[in-house]
């Protein structure tokens, strides 16, 4: 059997259990909705508010009780078999719900569905959201259409109300947002903060109901100050976008079959005005200067004076129905590693679990450091009542260590300050602990001596620790370019097929085959083949090279309606961050690459990294955390997941893609140390630790060049720093300089080529053939991993 066919043929060979499809499977279902019940984040639960008990009476308010939102819009949107929402997960609990609540929702939102655009207006929307055009009108545009994807906020006669509260104990209201790609949220009503009408509904529930818990469906955080110190105001549960079975996993929780375990990944500040990068984020369309420097999210609220108190919920914060007792913290150096352990216990009455969390303390030397930083952790198994586990979490000592990108101590080399690092353990960065140990260095130490690369040259000034800010050199912008050489490969006298790589020839020897514009071709996207949508990787008949079909991520695999195969829509990155449990992230990551797997498809567009640098991107809800290790971890169990099915992943978007508004022209202005520790930082760990077969370049420019352009990133950094071995492939539809991508070690550009530009280029002496082999080469290393 031809080792490609999967790639060549259709329809899909099921690879379920009894011949079955694994696609939108009960099994993938049922992970879907455990995974989701993972990462709930329980804020608020006083007098032991939640769990409900056995026959409470309940009333559903919010019009996600029957319109949930599952996920955010865009490349991360999947098309399921159904939706499950609040009040369908409450159908089979023992719990009594006030029906004409429901009955009042369910013709809402039958009514306002009529105004829900049209597939057309919203790829229209697309065309000018890809079209690098955005000023502010046209935003306002974008960012009305794609709320208007969902129908608004409902407003509940007063006459509704008082009978609900008549006939029920409990008030469950929804608060729930959308945000989509190419558009940012906004720090308004009705999205960061609360509107009008979502007050005015609190307020009346809780001067009527004896309880009011609170349910928030969205993608990223929202403003809470409304309802955490609000006495009439019993519970707060995050619950972010939980995919397909998000309802039934609310419900879950709510009546206390599932034990919330989640934690946050975001730091929730008292106000949006409390995020240092609020006012370039929206005053500024071409360039983000990203002034706060490493000092991003609880890096910032934990270091800089007055940061704490603008804190509502810390990073790593989450309640729990039982309670635990962590004791017996110890941490050691053990052969270049930090050691921390630590006893759990369960102290409570129900089983649960608990996540214990190390951060270190680095002295602040010439170079200035966070307060604290995350540098292990690790989730417990299910406790019963009375239940021990001890937990033991390394790290590397060097990985403390601080890049000095002007040379204050050694210039482009991470640095080991001398003084004593102080060790923290707990359940979130408020807590933790300090333990009796230090690690003490007695000199500074260089522990990796590296080169200057992507520097800035627009950037005025940074914070430092004390939260003054120091100036930086500016200049006029030069980058560098690399050479590659020949191979020396010798042409087979006889065309030799690509399936016959390795086994009668190598894989230089076979690229010699190719002709120059065969060669020019291939580095561009091909149409889409089988139910793709997102096009193709390479294809070149003559030689039995297939094209390799790819697919949007990172929710779930997404096709079009009209191909008639829904798929498992899983919970929103937030969410599976938020569960610090990196095996079930990669159960997650197995789950979805075997259906993109099954249906003849080679290359996920997933998961998606880049940092929670401000509240409002518009595509958070796709990334992980605001802290660089989460999500590199996060990345890399997904990955190992995705790839044990033979099925590349395409790590995005790198990097430095925290706006959307004009994310094709916005020049994202950075030191040297932040793009290292804290925006690359979680790319690193992927690459190191889970080997992805393709990453993606982000739309933006970094310090005034395309990262698609930019051969110190993709690979100055990437593949001579990092080791990495795969392809990179462009964002769907840049409109970069193909010429200088070739040159840069960006590998192939979609959704097409343009080998015009290539053919000018190789004849007037931009680009060599060497330079088109290599790229070539790497994109078929790559296929040869899918067999």
Not at 185 to 206: F, M, N, T, V
Not at 270 to 286: G, I, L, R, V
Not at 423 to 441: L, Q, S
Request: overall charge negative; proline content about 4%.
């Amino acid at each position: 059997m031809d080792k490609f066919a999967r790639f060549k043929f259709q329809p899909c060979i099921p690879l379920g259990e009894d011949g079955r499809c694994v696609t939108a499977s009960a099994k993938h279902i049922s992970l879907s909705r455990k995974a989701a019940t993972e990462g709930m984040v329980l804020l608020k639960n006083e007098n032991g508010a939640l769990p409900l008990k056995k026959g409470e009476k309940i009333a559903l308010f919010g019009k996600a009780t029957i319109e949930y939102i599952k996920g955010g819009g865009g490349s991360g949107d999947v098309h399921t078999p159904y939706i499950r929402n609040i009040y369908e997960g409450f159908c089979d609990k023992d719990v009594e719900i006030y029906m004409p609540l429901i009955d009042f929702y369910k013709e809402y939102v039958k009514r306002e569905s009529v105004n829900i655009p049209t597939q057309a207006q919203i790829n229209a929307t697309w065309d000018i959201v890809n079209a690098m055009e955005f000023c502010t009108k046209r935003d306002d545009m974008t960012y009305d259409t794609f709320a208007s994807m969902h129908v608004p906020e409902a407003k509940v006669p007063d006459e509704l109300i008082e009978d609900a509260a008549k006939n029920a104990d409990t008030a469950i209201i929804t608060i729930s947002r959308f945000s989509a790609e190419g558009v940012d949220r906004r720090p308004q009503g009705g999205d960061y903060y609360l509107s009008d009408l979502e007050k005015d509904l609190i307020d009346k529930a809780g001067k009527l109901f004896k309880k009011v818990v609170i349910v928030i469906n969205s993608g990223a955080t929202i403003d809470c100050e409304y309802f955490a110190e609000n006495e009439d105001t019993d519970a707060v549960l995050f619950t972010w976008q939980g995919g397909m079975e998000g309802g039934s996993a609310i419900a879950d929780i709510l009546t206390g079959d599932v034990n919330p375990s989640g934690k946050l990944v975001d730091t929730i500040a008292k106000s949006y005005d409390a995020f240092p990068c609020k006012d370039d984020f929206w005053e500024c369309f071409d360039h983000l200067d990203y002034t706060d420097d490493i000092y991003v999210g609880y890096r910032y609220f934990e270091t800089i004076p007055g940061g704490k108190e603008k804190v509502r919920y810390p990073f790593g914060f989450g309640l729990s129905y039982t309670s635990f007792a962590v004791t017996n913290k110890v941490c050691l150096e053990n052969e270049g590693k930090i050691l921390a352990i630590a006893e759990v216990k369960n102290t409570g009455s129900v089983a649960g679990r608990e996540v214990v969390q190390v951060y270190y303390s680095a002295p602040q030397g010439k170079l200035g450091k966070p307060a604290r930083e995350l540098c292990a952790y690790k989730k417990t198994k299910l406790l019963q009542p009375g239940e021990k586990e001890t937990l033991v979490m390394s790290f590397d000592i060097n990985s403390m260590a601080s890049f000095d990108d002007l040379g204050k101590i050694q210039k482009s080399a991470y640095v080991l300050e001398k003084g004593a690092y102080k060790f923290y353990i707990g359940t979130d960065v408020r807590n933790a602990e300090k333990v009796d140990f230090e690690y003490v260095i007695n000199e500074d130490t260089i522990t990796e001596q590296l080169t200057s690369l992507c520097k800035p040259f627009k950037l005025e000034k940074r914070m430092l620790a004390d939260g003054t800010f120091e100036n930086l050199p500016t200049g006029e912008e030069s980058y560098l370019y690399g050479e590659n050489k020949p191979t020396g490969a010798v042409k087979p006298e006889k065309e030799v097929m690509f399936d016959k790589v390795s086994e009668e020839i190598s894989i230089d020897e076979f690229v010699s085959q190719f002709t120059l514009e065969e060669l020019m071709d291939f580095v561009g996207g091909h149409a889409p083949t089988g139910v793709a949508n997102t096009g193709c990787f390479g294809g070149l008949k003559r030689l039995g090279v297939p094209p390799v079909p790819t697919a949007d991520g990172p929710a779930g695999l997404r096709l079009e309606p009209e191909t008639g195969i829904p798929t498992t829509a899983w919970p929103c990155a937030t969410l599976l961050a938020c569960t610090w449990d990196e095996e079930l992230i990669s159960q997650v990551g197995a789950g979805g690459g075997a259906e993109i797997r099954e249906n003849n498809l080679g290359v996920w567009l997933a998961p998606a990294l880049n940092i929670h640098r401000d509240p409002l991107c518009g595509r958070n809800f796709e990334y992980y955390s605001e802290d660089p290790f989460v999500a590199g971890k996060c990345a890399a169990a997904a990955t190992r997941g995705v790839q044990s099915q033979k099925v590349a992943v395409s790590i995005k978007h790198f990097a430095c893609n925290n706006k959307e508004a004009n994310r094709m022209g916005c020049d994202s202005r950075l030191s040297e140390r932040a793009l290292r520790e804290i925006y690359l930082k979680g790319f690193e760990i992927a690459v190191k630790e889970s080997d992805p077969w393709t990453i993606m370049s982000s739309y933006n420019l970094i310090n005034g060049q395309h990262t698609s352009e930019s051969w110190e990133l993709l690979t100055g950094i990437l593949r001579n720093e990092w080791g990495f071995k795969g392809m990179v492939v462009t964002d769907w539809g840049v409109k970069n300089d193909p010429v200088k991508e070739v040159k840069a070690g960006n590998d192939m550009k979609m959704h097409c080529g343009y080998p015009e530009d290539l053919k000018a280029g190789f004849e007037d002496g931009r680009i060599t053939r060497a330079d088109l082999e290599l790229c070539v080469k790497r994109i078929l290393q790559m296929f040869l991993k899918l067999v």
